[in-house]
């Protein structure tokens, strides 16, 4: 019998172009989200890193590498499922957005690749190409705790419903997007995304974004939330940084699955979304 409910962090770190103090206030907070009983605990999209495809290749690391070594050693330190936000990592000569994930014991328990990279033209207001120096991951990514399997993706994914969808059907109360919007698509998009992901699939959604800096070459919105099931945002982080904290209730997203059974209603003798490849 699995814990019904649990306490649950979301890490709005403010980034500085200075990886080795990025790693080590990163560390600071896990430990803080820790002592508040935090059992998940996830940092932000490009935690280690300036958000730019001129600091991708400068930044970029192996996995494991210096800062994935550090993530692992608090996360058996704190005894939590430790979410590692993103870190730009190369491998054989390509650079991917990555997200590792380590247990309490300081195992790697799944590398996520950002699948949908950030290429959009929004004119005199933003343009922004990620594929200039990321390739795209091509596989899913959950992990299983003792409280729920999670899924995992990175910003731009949270705009292609299918892939939450896969999450649900693969069992997934809980979707995590470490994630970076910006002052264009931050207030049209970001928490809409989120409630309609939350709302579609019955599931837990938390995003964890970088603390705003208006003196970067990309100004991220902010807000990291935490978002039920029934599409209400529970908690909502503002534009400095923070610690976001959430119970998650497995109890009430049991409860509205049973209110309302959409899973039991599709008809999938009219439609599917499948999963091509694992």
Avoid at 198 to 224: E, F
């Amino acid at each position: 019998q699995s814990p019904q409910a649990f306490r649950l962090a979301l890490i709005q770190l403010q980034i500085s172009s200075i990886k080795s103090d990025n790693v080590t206030r990163a560390c600071s907070f896990i430990r803080e989200a820790a002592t508040q009983g935090a059992k998940i605990v996830s940092l932000p999209e490009c935690f280690n890193s300036p958000y730019g495809t001129k600091y991708f290749p400068e930044y970029a690391e192996k996995i494991p590498g210096e800062s994935t070594q550090k993530l692992s050693e608090v996360a058996k330190e704190c005894s939590i499922y430790l979410i590692g936000g993103s870190i730009p990592e190369e491998d054989a000569g390509k650079l991917y957005n990555t997200c590792a994930v380590f247990g309490p014991d300081g195992t790697l328990l799944a590398k996520y690749r950002k699948i949908h990279l950030f290429d959009i033209d929004v004119p005199g207001k933003i343009t922004f190409q990620e594929s200039k120096t990321l390739s795209p991951g091509d596989s899913f990514c959950t992990f299983d705790t003792p409280y729920c399997r999670v899924g995992l993706g990175i910003c731009y994914d949270m705009r292609f419903a299918e892939l939450a969808q896969i999450y649900a059907q693969r069992g997934c109360q809980l979707l995590v997007y470490p994630g970076a919007f910006n002052l264009t698509t931050g207030p049209a998009h970001w928490e809409l995304l989120q409630r309609g992901r939350a709302v579609d699939n019955q599931v837990y959604v938390a995003t964890a974004s970088p603390a705003r800096d208006d003196k970067a070459s990309y100004v991220a919105w902010g807000h990291s939330t935490v978002v039920n099931p029934w599409g209400e945002v529970l908690a909502k982080a503002g534009t400095e940084e923070a610690i976001v904290y959430s119970d998650i209730d497995l109890k009430k997203l049991a409860e509205i699955r049973q209110q309302i059974p959409v899973f039991r209603q599709k008809r999938s003798d009219l439609y599917a979304v499948e999963m091509k490849k694992p």
